[in-house]
């Protein structure tokens, strides 16, 4: 018996593979202002305490800006970090 493979050809065309980054420059400066929100949520999540350990503040500690604004912040400085690193470069050459 005769072995009869088929060969499939692809239409594209082969480019060679750029050097550098996994992740162009213009990502990275995306990419450290997402932190600086994330940070910026931890940072209004922070205090509320108490010198006192008989004190106890429940309207300082519950406030609005530490429960609800920095998770916020927290989240969406999250989101904003998964599109900056998935988000494509504008290329320089025009599409065919």
């Not at 997402?34 to 949520?41: D, P, R, S, T």
């Not at 609800?68 to 969406?76: A, E, G, M």
């Amino acid at each position: 018996m005769a072995n009869k493979s088929k060969t499939v050809k692809s239409n594209k065309e082969e480019t060679p593979a750029k050097a550098g980054f996994a992740i162009p420059k213009e990502n990275y400066k995306l990419i450290l202002i997402g932190l600086g929100i994330i940070v910026l949520g931890f940072i209004l999540m922070v205090g509320g305490g108490s010198d006192d350990p008989n004190v106890f503040k429940e309207e300082e500690l519950f406030s609005f800006r530490r429960i609800s604004l920095s998770s916020i912040l927290v989240i969406f400085g999250f989101v904003f970090e998964v599109y900056a690193i998935m988000k494509k470069p504008k290329s320089d050459e025009p599409e065919k």
